[in-house]
């Protein structure tokens, strides 16, 4: 008897490493797990956009494609803002989805996705609905080296539910073999890179989460060594490319053009690495860079490289490409630049600040943590007092949309569980996705949740000052018992409001071998 699609699809996910599956199963998803697999691994979440952002996670964390499955259209719908947000991440995900049977495709049955391919573009790679059942592997095997090619992100697959008992077409052999994804960059604009860094006067290297996604974390330091640069962080970097507490990190640079001028003037060469030329939040005014400052970006994605307005893009894996510039001419003496002034340790007052909150964790977590962080109103604080210095050591969502970081946080846990993994997140983006604690405390996932509880969407607050709105409506997020919440559905939980409670509590929860949840009151 020939294979079924769906023992054909076992077959290939099992050679891709993909075995686990993160899901929240329908009617039409259901067959596809008909003798599901014993060394595979269902991941259930209450909520697709929940989903989304575990297997978001996981991928991420795993440096792999994780597989997603979801309901037909409304299910798509739910995780739309995860998708956006993996995209933006450049997390490779395989996304597939149920369909109705294919006999009822010409009228408009239950749960059948009507165009289901376009929704959600434009934000996968690649987006398909094989027209034969037996076109299922070989899209499959597309949609994983789509998602792992550089640069990474989500393919969608939607396949109707009559597909997976089909036998396979004997004469039409599987996909066979892999696609090498790592690309080297035109070696005379690199060796033009090269020698611009060894012959300027004060460098300046910006890098960008493409850094750690590309394993150039150590690379990129050599580099900043070698030719004595200050480095910054790209404007709202989602993963943590230098060690934040090295002489030669200068810090962030903000989303907004003037910020950056400014924190860039005095440098004679910018070399952007693993990052736009620049991401912006706010509207700014004149150049992008000071008079005189000759720009550089190493990055992997033709469409970011398109867009760049000014200087020298190099399409490049940014590893292969700062190891390229490494090779370059041997630079000219240069002093040391100053070093960044550190923020002055908080001391206790009579109220937990977010600030206090930081230095806390900070001298306590583990070294070899894991910060998963959703916290906006909370970032500068976290900048200046919970300092990153390994790769693989923080994420964050590339999109800006809440909804992403505690459900991610457990997705990562369940990638390294030796690991401790941390979820720093606000108290309006927990409830985002307030379902993925009913997840971590089913898979019994290591993370430690710290809520700062705020009481509102402060982030909003300060921002309405940039448009002069004094009273902005609908900020306030009183009364949420977040320790309580977690309890309900099976994680350990505690409130946090005196600067006295704060280190035992938070030393608790960072010991447990359980999903633990800290809400903290923060002034």
């Not at 977040?482 to 409001?497: E, I, K, N, Q, S």
Request: proline letters at 9%.
């Amino acid at each position: 008897m020939p294979k079924t699609v769906r023992e054909a699809t076992v077959e290939q996910l099992r050679s891709f490493g993909m075995t686990s599956i993160f899901g929240n199963p329908g009617s039409t998803e259901l067959p596809m797990f008909r003798d599901f697999p014993d060394d595979f691994r269902y991941v259930l979440g209450l909520q697709e956009s929940v989903v989304l952002a575990m297997a978001d996670g996981y991928a991420q964390a795993s440096n792999g494609a994780a597989l997603v499955n979801l309901h037909s259209a409304a299910g798509v719908g739910h995780a739309m803002g995860n998708i956006f947000t993996a995209y933006r991440n450049r997390t490779p995900l395989v996304i597939t989805a149920g369909q109705q049977a294919r006999s009822l495709m010409v009228g408009e049955p239950f749960l059948f996705a009507d165009r289901a391919t376009e929704l959600p573009l434009p934000y996968v790679k690649w987006s398909c609905e094989p027209a034969r059942a037996q076109d299922v592997p070989a899209a499959l095997a597309r949609a994983y080296r789509t998602a792992m090619a550089a640069p990474r992100g989500p393919v969608f697959l939607s396949i109707p539910v009559d597909d997976w008992d089909q036998p396979l077409d004997p004469d039409q052999p599987l996909p066979a073999g892999g696609v090498r994804a790592d690309v080297r960059g035109d070696p005379a604009a690199l060796g033009e890179v090269a020698a611009a860094l060894a012959g300027c006067e004060r460098p300046a290297l910006v890098v960008g989460a493409g850094v750690d996604r590309d394993g150039a974390f150590h690379d990129v330091v050599a580099l900043a060594e070698r030719h004595q640069a200050s480095v910054w962080a790209a404007p709202v970097s989602a993963r943590c490319g230098f060690p934040e507490t090295h002489p030669l990190f200068a810090g962030f640079l903000p989303a907004s053009r003037d910020g950056v001028r400014e924190r860039l003037t005095g440098h004679d060469v910018v070399v952007v690495i693993g990052a736009p030329v620049f991401t912006y939040h706010v509207e700014g005014h004149g150049p992008h860079l000071p008079p005189g400052t000759a720009l550089f970006q190493l990055v992997d994605d033709p469409a970011t490289a398109a867009w760049t307005p000014l200087g020298t893009a190099v399409i490049t894996g940014v590893r292969m490409g700062v190891r390229d510039l490494l090779a370059g001419p041997e630079p000219v003496h240069r002093e040391a630049p100053p070093a960044r002034v550190r923020p002055e340790r908080v001391h206790h007052t009579e109220s937990i600040s977010e600030a206090l909150l930081m230095q806390t964790l900070a001298e306590l977590r583990p070294a070899s943590s894991i910060v998963v962080e959703e916290a906006p109103s909370s970032r500068s604080a976290m900048q200046d007092h919970l300092p990153f210095d390994h790769p693989e050591s923080f994420f964050t969502t590339a999109s800006g949309g809440l909804g992403h970081g505690m459900p991610a946080a457990v997705g990562v846990a369940l990638a390294r569980p030796e690991r401790r993994v941390i979820a720093l997140l606000g108290d309006g983006s927990s409830m985002y996705a307030i379902q993925a604690l009913w997840s971590a405390a089913r898979e019994a996932a290591p993370v430690t949740f710290v809520v700062v509880n705020n009481g509102g969407y402060v982030a909003l607050d300060r921002f309405a000052q940039h448009f002069g709105v004094d009273k902005p409506v609908g900020t306030a997020l009183p009364g949420i018992d977040f320790a309580g919440l977690a309890r309900d559905v099976g994680c350990a939980g505690r409130t946090v409001r005196h600067p006295d409670e704060l280190t035992a509590s938070l030393r608790d929860a960072l010991a447990s071998a359980e999903p633990y949840l800290v809400d903290v009151h923060v002034t």
